[in-house]
């Protein structure tokens, strides 16, 4: 009896041990659960979009409608690395404050939810729609894992799928797909617009070395037009994610065609990145400018040239009476994407941009600005008409300025050949440099030194480089400041460079240096408040 007293003790003591060890290793997991998410939202941007938990890569489908900007994205709610793709959704009122809703498209027996883009079938060509209420209709790349895990080549294909209640929820087309696979191993990211003067719908199409464009009366049925890009650009990577749409040249009424063309590797810096070619389309072929045949891999017609302006395209169904050219791009690049320091949720989209194209010189070019709704929620803080600086100078402090939210604006007149060096800093000893080396025509930025940088070897492993294509002996520089991004808009726009840190304590310097006496002119600092909005991006 007492033998089996002390049995039944032991098997009590083990059950309760065991239930014990469960709590606490429950408890723990909650614990480190927390401290995953407590460590991750110092990362977490003040305005970018990001998602409030998981994976994200691509904008996909950004349509407008009866006052809302819609963002989709390639989404992966399991787990904070791309994994099967779903077409996330959030939506704006003005493209800087956001709502995450509940994801749009998932994953079928077809495939995974790849890019793609959405229209708005206003005539309902499609027959989608009930009479009233003009069907959205969404066109995306169907990835087939098991045909790519099988070894076929044919395992993409473009399907749709259509809203009848502006976005929130989707019908697939019964006929899927609508463009079968002819045998390309990289065949993706539709895009397509309404065609106004040629009265069709236009789809660019990424394949490996080049853009694919059909034509469609109904968006059902699509005919392939012609194909362009093999010859020109460059080419050390696969090409993703086309956009293909007309635009007026600015002071002019000269109408030129616009191809954005993002490619993966063989960006500008490495990794990830996108490029442009402007020409002529006839409602079938595109025929580049003169100026950009046969454009070499290094060449200087690039969106942006920072490591993290990824897979950019425009929004649809922008009102005539707006006219703008609306962009966003994915801000990260597939070197690092999935290793930066943040385990709950991973990667943010840039700010919208503003679009425009202006001839210089023998060449087009496109410019990119900050959209004007940013500038509603800015306060100034400070300006200052000219200063003089001798070798260097602090222009905004902690006690003054907050880094984690603002806009900084200078001009530096009659450059030197010098170098003109910008600094990012924190009590820590961290700090991002960037800025222009006028004798070379050159701007970078320098992440060796920014904070955490050793998840990855690519991450800091180089200085990236843009060239300065403008003429001007001013300097224009805007730079957008969130927690863990910056975004330079240099001489108006003309040129790019967009990367993402990740300092261990927020910046809180921001300071200037050359060599000898120069001048900033027209200094504006500037703090974006957005009242109640959370951090993680929601109202």
């Excluded at 099967?84 to 995974?112: C, F, N, Q, R």
């Excluded at 894992?145 to 399907?159: C, H, L, N, T, V």
């Excluded at 650009?233 to 086309?242: Q, R, S």
């Excluded at 920072?306 to 962009?327: C, E, H, M, Q």
């Amino acid at each position: 009896m007492k033998k089996t007293k002390t049995i039944l003790s032991l098997a009590i003591f083990g059950i309760l041990s065991l239930s014990s060890c469960k709590n606490n290793e429950k408890q723990d997991s909650e614990e480190l659960e927390v401290a995953e998410v407590a460590a991750d939202e110092i990362f977490r941007p003040n305005f970018h979009f990001t998602p409030q938990e998981n994976w994200m890569n691509d904008p996909n489908g950004m349509f407008y409608l009866n006052g809302t900007y819609h963002l989709f994205f390639q989404y992966y709610p399991e787990g904070n690395v791309w994994g099967p793709m779903h077409w996330g959704h959030a939506t704006s009122k003005d493209m800087v404050t956001w709502e995450e809703l509940p994801i749009a498209l998932e994953p079928d027996e077809l495939g995974y939810i790849f890019s793609g883009s959405a229209v708005v079938d206003v005539d309902n060509t499609s027959g989608f729609g009930d009479g009233t209420t003009p069907p959205v209709v969404a066109i995306f790349t169907y990835h087939d894992p098991k045909g790519e895990a099988e070894g076929r080549i044919d395992y993409q294909s473009q399907a749709i799928a259509y809203s009848l209640d502006e976005g929130k929820t989707w019908t697939k087309y019964e006929a899927n797909p609508v463009i079968a696979n002819p045998d390309i191993k990289d065949f993706r990211d539709p895009k397509v617009i309404w065609d106004e003067q040629n009265q069709q719908w236009l789809m660019a199409l990424a394949t490996v070395d080049r853009s694919l464009f059909y034509g469609s009366p109904n968006l059902k049925d699509w005919e392939l037009l012609s194909d362009f890009g093999e010859e020109t650009g460059a080419h050390d990577g696969v090409w993703e994610c086309p956009d293909f749409f007309p635009m007026k040249v600015e002071n002019s009424e000269e109408i030129k065609w616009v191809l954005i063309q993002s490619l993966n590797p063989g960006g500008f810096n490495g990794g990830s990145g996108t490029q442009y070619f402007v020409g002529d389309f006839n409602g079938k072929e595109f025929k580049v400018d003169p100026s950009m045949e046969n454009l070499p891999e290094k060449h200087d017609h690039w969106i942006d040239y920072g490591k993290d302006n990824y897979a950019g395209v425009t929004w649809s169904n922008i009102p005539d009476s707006d006219g703008r050219n609306l962009f966003m791009g994915w801000m990260s690049n597939w070197l690092y994407a999935q290793e930066v320091p943040t385990e709950t949720w991973r990667s943010a989209m840039t700010v919208a941009r503003e679009l425009s194209l202006k001839k210089v010189g023998d060449t087009y070019r496109i410019f990119s600005m900050p959209v004007k709704e940013l500038d509603t929620y800015k306060e100034t803080l400070f300006q200052k008409n000219q200063l003089m600086v001798k070798n260097s100078a602090e222009i905004a402090s902690e006690a003054e300025k907050d880094l984690t939210r603002a806009e900084i604006k200078f001009e530096i007149p009659n450059l030197k050949q010098t170098n003109y060096e910008f600094s990012l800093s924190n009590a820590e000893g961290e700090n991002l440099k960037f800025g222009y080396k006028h004798s070379k025509k050159q701007f970078y930025i320098n992440r060796e030194e920014s904070g955490i940088i050793d998840f990855n070897d690519e991450f800091a492993g180089t200085i990236s480089y843009g060239p300065r294509t403008s003429s001007s002996d001013t300097l224009s520089v805007l730079m957008i400041l969130d927690r863990t991004s910056i975004e330079l808009f240099y001489d108006k726009g003309e040129t790019l460079m967009t990367e993402i840190f990740f300092p261990k304590k927020p910046y809180t310097s921001f300071s200037v240096k050359a060599e000898g006496d120069f001048e900033l002119k027209n200094i504006e600092i500037s703090h974006f408040n957005f009242g109640n909005k959370n951090a993680d991006g929601k109202n």
